[in-house]
């Protein structure tokens, strides 16, 4: 403020010195030019009459420093000139001022020194003989003038500078020093200068509108965080350099950090290859992916560039748990595998019977057992068939009609329908508890309860007993189903509810089993959101118990 004080001060000083210089200078000038030329006409009429009475020897008689005085003939030749010798002289004839005299009877002009520091002055008059007398003054130009007064000038330009400061920082302290104690929070209760009401007004307006957008930006930053903390994937925010912008809850469990890492370098929390490639190949593609592995869970990492006017401007990490999805495609696979296997044992047997029937290679009393054969095999592609498309309804999810079911009622229907195959080999089914009612679909609660007492009775001992016991509480009822079996080693036991595992595979084939009973239980049982417990001993038995919530 005290600088353009100044400074305007300075120049509103300097313009009125130069503008007073000029017009001074042009008034004088044009005073004493006017003042001199009368002179130089009073002059040039004397020195007329003079010599038209006295001729030449007046003009010789003449001594003057301050006028000029040169005699042409009518032809221009020089007759005299009271500063120069005029047999030197060049002729006088296409002098402006002389033509003029000869053709009018008085001309003037004027006409500038070759450096343009002097001016010289014409005045012409023609004489009764014909003859023209010129008289000539010189004097110096605005310029040399203005060169002279440079001194006072420059005097004069000091003693303004010197005065322009004082008054500029007297002036500077008192415009200032209301401005320095503005309240700018509060800028309609200021009693400044009246000019800055407008000023202060819209200050006052935009501070509400600051403060509203920023009421707006807190209440999006406060959306924004909540709705990516809700998030199971991780989201991270990085900037043009790389440096953490956002990370949410999800993101930092992942890579084991805190909302502190805002503002780090994102390499400050994974300094993998991988993730640094993928980064890489976003700035470059726009795009990027990866798989890798965190705290033992697969993860996928989608990777984006933002841009802003064709200019990269960050990027943005999603994460996204995928162990299931892994885990699922490969059980996906397996279970393709281990269909194929399945369906293909059987259909060789009855290939192989059949074609032999069909060559007639098998003797009469023989085609019974190659056709028994033929029906077992048969019989059980379709119960693995069957088994396979309760499993795929399992993980469809649908809805399937819901009834009020005894699970003791089941438990001893399942017992009943496997009592043959257990006195085949003296096992021995017993039945237990009291009635449970639980609401469920029966066909899949038959086949938890039958695919338990199924296997009770296929892996175990000839002459083994199964039990089974029904029990409830106030929220829960229970099925165990216990043997007296082969049992199941403990690093197997996490796994037999796969499909198509088998702990003993010859054993299993033996038995007919599909390797799908353990895995149906386990999904029928998940689908009526109930739990179960396994526990068993090699050589001690196995027991199962099956809880559902009423």
Known sequence: ??????????????????????????????????????????????????????????????????????????????????????????????????????????????????????KTIYRAKRLSDGSVLRISVSRATAGVLALGMLQPILIVLVIALVLSGILSNRMAKRVVEPLNLLDLEHPLENDAYEELSPLLGRINQ?????????????????????????????????????????INHAAQKLFSTDSACVGQDFLTLDRSLDISAAIQETKENGVGELRAERNGRAYQFDLSRIESNGEMIGIVILSFDVTEQEA??????????????????????????????????????????????????????????????????????????????????????AAENLHDAAAERHITCSVDGHSAQITGVRRLIYEIVYNLCDNAVKYNKDGGSVAINVASDESTVSVTVKDTGIGIPAKYQSRVFERFYRVDKSHSRASGGTGLGLSIVKHAVQYHHGRILLQSEPDMGTAISVTFPK
């Open 1 to 118: 403020m005290t600088r353009k004080i100044f400074t305007s001060i300075i120049l509103v000083a300097g313009a009125v010195l130069f503008a007073s210089l000029i017009i001074i200078m042009g008034c004088l000038y044009e005073y004493f030019g006017n003042m001199q030329e009368k002179q130089m006409k009073d002059a040039l009429e004397l020195a007329m009459a003079a010599v038209e009475s006295d001729g030449k020897s007046y003009l010789e008689k003449l001594d003057s420093d301050n006028y000029r005085l040169t005699w042409v003939a009518t032809d221009g030749t020089v007759l005299y000139d009271t500063q120069a010798d005029p047999q030197a002289m060049e002729n006088h004839l296409d002098r402006s001022e002389i033509q003029a005299a000869f053709t009018a009877g008085e001309g003037n002009s004027a006409r500038y020194s070759a450096t343009l520091l002097q």
């Open 206 to 246: 935009q501070q509400l509108e600051i403060k509203k957008q920023l009421r707006l930006l807190r209440r999006q930053r406060d959306e924004f965080a909540q709705i990516t903390d809700s998030m199971k994937e991780g989201l991270v925010l990085l900037d043009a350099k790389g440096a953490i912008l956002s």
């Open 328 to 413: 699922a495609e490969r059980n996906r696979r397996e279970f393709t595998a281990n269909v194929s296997h399945e369906l293909k044992t059987p259909l060789q047997g009855i290939m192989g019977s059949a074609e032999l029937l069909q060559n007639g290679m098998v003797k009469q009393e023989d085609a019974p057992r190659f056709i028994g054969h033929i029906r077992t095999e048969a019989a059980r592609m379709v119960t693995l068939i069957e088994d396979i498309i309760r499993l795929s309804q399992l993980d469809e999810g649908d809805a399937m009609p819901r009834e009020s079911v005894d699970l003791l009622a089941i438990a001893q229907e």
